[in-house]
């Protein structure tokens, strides 16, 4: 029975789906879209799923604690399955959005979606007029780096070899952890104490389903955006950049609301540890986090700047070392237990918001499954608390903002000035 070691992030996200469903938000769904100019060739498509399954037994495997050591594990009973690609009949914009946000939900038709992984093809305008592919997968098992390293595989027509097999990480001395731990435990100590707002308010309804809004910058306004990213960070260095629209998004949203909150506490995903290439499942990224203070977020210039001065201390305080340490040992709870710790550690928040620079979608390629790409983006659900994530990526020069939330949480007008502010601030045009 095939096992390989489960990492702290890994940890994590369990835990927030844990959270998600003893709180009645259901299971942590996400869907990746692809729109084609015409019909993808469904034989080429239908072997390259085939063949990544055959391959990638972990796509179907679940996290296990093992009782010697209490570390957790991924576990597969052998070759998964691949479920059917499904082909939709004709349908509209609008059928698209239903469709996916009944993804969102964990759901297809009646039921549960059973399957880690699913594809469905939807044709927009005729027998070969542009197609949607809708990709949906759990993100207990998968994150954005795997499933841009899942479209890579699909659009070159399947796997050449599947994963290694990871060594196992030596374990310290907790002693020696929870040293490495103590500067975050500090900061946080420091965080709670100046005070930290997310999106979401203790005295709001349940929340509701997942919803979503796309903010796509076009081809002049996407090399706009990148002309000023590479003035304010340089060619290797886009964290800061897109970190600060989010920053300021939340920011703003916390004015329209007369709420105060005086720091932001962000949660980015870091690169702390070589993965493989062809390890589709799992989280690839550790955790950065960041304490940002909100008045220094008064204009995009000021607050590029000052997420830099934030990453550079992070770095010197060994942030995500301390993050991983932490996680280490938050790791030895049960998983059910992780979310309501760090809420109580928090006063009731898990952090500002969620945000995550996912980079660019199958860069080089133009047609998936031989049609071309028109676009490409992810949109994952979010939970309450924080109420809202906001996301970045790109695809052929073309850049996309997501923007998610659940029910009423977040209204239609706060989305619409988060929208002006975030096209503005990436762009740099005024009066957007």
Not at 37 to 47: E, F, S
Not at 66 to 91: Q, Y
Not at 208 to 213: K, Y
Not at 307 to 323: G, H, T
């Amino acid at each position: 029975m095939p096992t390989l070691p489960a990492t702290t992030v890994d940890f994590f996200l369990a835990g927030l789906e844990a959270f998600m469903i003893r709180s009645g938000q259901g299971t942590h769904w996400a869907v990746t879209m692809l729109r084609l100019h015409g019909k993808p060739d469904a034989v080429a498509l239908d072997r390259a799923w085939q063949e990544v399954h055959a391959q990638h037994p972990m796509l179907g495997a679940r996290l296990r604690r093992l009782w010697r050591g209490w570390r957790l594990v991924w576990e597969t009973p052998g070759p998964v399955t691949a479920p059917p690609v499904v082909w939709h009949p004709l349908c509209d914009s609008a059928q698209v959005n239903e469709i996916l946000l009944e993804r969102l939900c964990g759901k297809s038709g009646s039921g549960d979606i059973r399957s880690p992984l699913m594809m469905e093809v939807l044709p927009l305008d005729g027998e070969n007029g542009p197609h949607v592919v809708l990709l949906t997968w759990r993100h207990a098992l998968m994150d954005g780096t795997g499933v841009n390293l899942l479209l890579e595989k699909l659009a070159a027509g399947g796997c050449d070899r599947g994963p290694p097999v990871l060594p196992e990480a030596k374990a310290a001395p907790l002693s020696r952890v929870f040293q490495k731990a103590r500067p975050l435990m500090r900061r946080l100590h420091a965080m709670t104490t100046a005070g930290c707002l997310s999106a979401w308010s203790k005295t709001a309804p349940p929340p509701g389903p997942p919803r979503f809004a796309l903010v796509e910058l076009s081809s002049e306004e996407s090399q706009a955006a990148f002309a000023r990213l590479r003035a304010a960070c340089g060619d290797f260095l886009q964290m800061p950049f897109h970190a600060a629209a989010a920053a300021r998004a939340i920011r703003l949203l916390h004015e329209l609301r007369g709420w105060n909150s005086p720091e932001i506490h962000m949660q980015l995903p870091f690169q702390t540890r070589g993965r493989s290439r062809d390890l589709l499942f799992g989280n690839h990224m550790g955790t950065l986090p960041l304490f940002i203070e909100a008045a220094a977020l008064g204009t995009m210039d000021a607050a590029v700047s000052h997420l830099l001065e934030k990453y550079r201390e992070a770095m010197k305080q060994e942030m995500p070392q301390a993050s991983e340490a932490l996680m280490t040992l938050s790791a030895h709870l049960p998983v059910a237990w992780f979310i309501p710790a760090v809420r109580w550690t928090n006063q009731g928040e898990i952090c500002s918001l969620f945000h995550s620079h996912t980079g660019s979608f199958l860069p080089g390629r133009t047609e998936f499954a031989g049609a071309g790409i028109e676009s490409v983006v992810t949109i994952p659900s979010v939970c309450s608390p924080p109420g809202l994530g906001i996301f970045c990526s790109d695809h052929a020069g073309r850049v996309t903002i997501t923007m998610a939330w659940r029910g009423e949480g977040v209204s239609a007008a706060e989305i619409q000035a988060l929208s002006r502010q975030i096209r503005a601030d990436l762009t740099g045009a005024a009066g957007v």
